[in-house]
């Protein structure tokens, strides 16, 4: 495999070897701690236009699934490894993950130091970084002058609604990324789902009648949104059943008026301590934030904390004082990572049965 | 915290197959922990190499049997407020139930720590815990007990092919039979029924060839849980996973998978309210993505030692404060590690490689098939930044061969024999492995004949490429960089290029390629964790700096042999103990995960590397030591780094490899440090008469009993100071006296046994190990003997004798009477006012320990 060089806007090279695609690329670059889940991690649209490096050092293990997507398509611009599995592709794993990526226009870059390059980000916070051929002056002086987009919503989220049927209440899911994750867990408990773009009305959510809506997760910084996004959480967090995850999490709180801050280094792993501040009970899920609620902006007579971290402190849940509104920072799906706050989505779809009333 | 002021720990007991020093190396750990919390620890143990045994790692020791009657005695003077019950392995778990059904703990008031009492009857009778789990939704393996073929073929109609049925009492050793079809099944039925006493058979759903995973989750009283690491067998289901090879962390499984394993282990530990850390095993269809609950361990075991070497979590330390009632967010850790370490489940940026040793070159006779009686007597890891580097350090580190075992050397099978082999697996397969790639098997063919999963294939492929690269290249930078880079050694590209690994050496560091060492920590380089434990590879960044101060370092004593380590590691961990009290920052270089001697608190760093010159050089290259330490194993070794102009010091004391000869004769046991010497002692060999299940052979006594023998020898101690000194350096010794014409003479000097090192500090209460130490350092016996008693005044009598693991192996012959003490895995000992009352304490402490 040909030599490839993985570069930093700092200005340090990596030297490594390229597989997937050839194409020279462009994002910013994070890393993920996760032991398992890659195929979830590198389709999952939190991940638009970033690098994602891997610190578990074998990648690529048990191939590409039909069953592992968490989008359809994935728009990452590279993963850096320290190694990359070869495999022999079966029913099972139908592509190993060198094909995918090559199939994806998606270049990847093995033999990287991937643990100095995690303290290296830990210590700078994300930065931009590029896969490229050759890291000469030209290559920095490109990747200095790269601006990268801040509508990484528009670029990934549905420009159309779509149904996900089902025989059960009825959800509305705002896309802003969505992770299909998402759609797994209200398609168990049986919900007959509409998948709206983020741009839509209040008006057009009220017109299906939902008993509960989603705000998804997805890439990206929240303030970059338009404010009708916020206008509509506002609009309808008080009418409907409302629960929002990841980025829908941030919108949620901006629009109960606190504050986003950055996260430096940014978070992506499974593996944090995470208190449920009612219980008091600890669990763990898989996290992927670059930014996160600041606590001292909380209107406290509208919104309480649900569950924090406690590695990092950072909130990891909301819910609304008065209203069944509610969200959590992370992903209670797993897909990848643990499994242990599954029952969220139980809770909304008991906030949506106890709205509705009984049925007679 | 649940009110305790004192708590009971009960120790494994003599080393064993399945017992290689884990559990010590926790009760050093745990009990300094609990001690910490202010609460006193008093401990049993009849171990003479138990480290915790000595050193303050314990408040109160007590050297008795491991029974119900001595333990009952120990509990009602004592009165412990808590029993600590998983420490002591299988074995001690049925103790413990004995005490409970006796109301031994009830009557004094004792409250059993970590488990339900009802929990430790599911861990000695795994039906009831099959049943259990079945009642929890777990998947568990299908069973039935049949007395006609009728009724088993009412089974067959449920579970299908392929099934093992059993023989429920067999009347003679009868084995489990795997049934493919009707005509095995009938025959296999027909055989058992015939054999057993009660006529019945058991038809079990066979799961061999399905993925062997296990995990390991730590759980508080509170009922707050993670999981520590996720391991995955190499072998699959039929090799016993300790004769295995297994990775952390786990390496071809999905996150589905993963994530199944993790709720399974966690929900089972909630459910069975189990405190500390608890080891699942699990089998998994690699097709139908069913997985089975196979085994679940909440004592002290193998794979708790390893993960906690593979992923730095401190396992032993948070498991003390989570047994006596201190949940996870309350653990105060070192300052070294982040705050909430002990909440964060641990991520890996390295991979680990576990690898079975086998007594094989020594007990020839034992069938060197690999099934599901284990057989491996020890381990080692090797950890790198790839699957390939940490397998070529696993294996390197097992010391089987000069040079390791990519020596490609043609194997003489034929094809016949060799797929033979691949399907029935023998000790040392991974040569038959590469054979098979070698012979141009294709991948997934090896895949379906060994069920082991194609990756692990891809992974020798590349091996096997990287070194024809080498040999195709002499001396080209590219395909050594390479090479070094998947773990490949000076040595490994000496052989390829037919030249000296010095002459690589030199090659390498003039075209800059460098070792980097990375830390073992549980975060994956997202938080600052100081481990101080570190492993080799060949990257970009080095993150082991030289300690500040006078380094020692010391090469450990690699893995548990039949024979000799058990006592090598107690030495190596009590070096590495007076080296720090003696103002040394002690540096070990180690590859077994069970060793005493990885306890954090030993070492002021470890390196977890082989023992190839080439690897110990580059560690010496970075710490640059002072003196380094090397033990009997290590003899050849220890000359090339004197050579290379090392500050070397030689401990040769082994135990005995030669049975001695036992005419009751005396021993006098010395000390010299080259100018003076002093005699310990006078010991002597007794035979070992009516002497129960694993323990055989001579006794070794100490002191000598017979007053008038004592005053004979006391009339040659001017000869036997001479003697010494023409014989030896500083150093312990052992003198052997002779009677001719009925008068005692002086027959040999030896170095002193790593028995009799730890018996005579057992039985003097001063550390034989620390004043070995010092007169090595070139210190006087005058300032070195100050804690040494007057034996005189000694009211007991200390008796030692070695264990064997013939029962464990079905070894039945000659060696069974006698016991060679080169077949030893253990030793035990006891004391008492007199001779009979010691013997009789060390019979007593050796009830049958079948597995």
Redesign the interface.
Known sequence: MADRYLILEDGSA?LGEGFGSPAVSTGEIV?N?????Y??IITNQIYHNQIIAF????IG??GI?H??YESILPTVKGVVV??V????TNRQRRWSLDQYLKQQNIPGIS?I????L??QL?ASGPMKASIVDVADAHAFDQLGATVLTNQQVAAVATPKPFPNPGTGLNVVVIDFGLKHGILRELSKRACNVTVLPYTATTEEIINLDPDGVILSTGPGKPQDLPDSVLTMIQNIQNRIPLFAIGLGHELFAMANGAQIMKLSPEHH?????IREVITN??I?ASQGQGFAVDPTTIDRNKLITTFVD??DGTIQGLRYRDFPAFSVQFFPD??????DALDVFDEFVESMQQARGPVW | MNNLQKVLIIGAGHNDIGREGQHDAAITQIGSAIRKLGIAVVLVDNNPFSVAAENNFADKVYIEPLTVGALTKIIATEQPDGLIPSLGGIQRVSLIQALIRNNVLKNNQVQLLQWDAETIDMIVNPALMSNRLKSLGQPVIASQVVASQAEADEVMAHVGFPVIVKSVAPRIEASRQLCEDEEDFVRALTMGFKVSATKQCIVEQSIVGYKEIEFIGMRDAK??A??IS?MENFDPVGIHSADSIVFA????????E??QF??ATLEIMQALHIVGPCHMQFALDPVTQQYYVIKVTPYFDRAMAMAARATGYPLATIAANLMVGVS??EVKLSKRYRK?TA?????????VCRIPIWPFNVLKKVSHQLDTVMESTGSVIGVG???EEALLKGLRATDESRYHVIANQPQQYSEGELIQRLIHPQAGRMLVLLEALNRGYQ??EL?ELTKID??YF?KLS?IIEIEQALREHPFDVHALGRAK?FGFTDEDAAAAWQTEPAKVSHFAIENEIHPTF?EIEP????FTEQTNTYYSTY???NESQQLAGRRAVVIGSGPNRIGTNHGNDYLVSQLLFYLKKADYQPILINANPNSVAMTPQLAAKRYVEPKQVSDILNVLAIENPDVIFTTYHDEHLGQILTDLDYHVIQIDNSLPREQIKTNDQPAVEVITDGKDVQIFGISEIIAGNNLRSNVRGSIEVFPIQDKAENKAIEALSIEIKHRVLSYGTPGVYTVRLTIIDEELHLATIEPMSLAMIALISKASGSSVTRLLLHVKLGEPLSQVMYDYPDLAKLKRVFVQANTFPYNQLQIYDEAEVTGEPGHATGAVIAYGATLRAALDALNEGNESTDF
């Open positions: 990596y890393f701690t996760s032991m398992t889940g195929q979830e610190t578990q050092p074998t293990s048990y699934n069953d592992s320290r190694d599995a070869s495999i022999s033999h130091d991937t643990r100095h995690a303290k830990r792993g499974a593996n944090h301590p009970q600890i763990y406690l590695i797993g897909a990848p990572g643990p499994t | 009922g707050t993670l999981l996720g962390p786990t390496q071809t499984i999905t996150d589905q993963y994530q993790r709720q996870l967010s909430q909440l964060i489940e641990p991520v890996l940026d390295h991979i930044r790839s699957t991948i997934d895949a194609a990756f891809y590349h880079y990375k975060t994956a380089g997202e990257e970009y960044d």
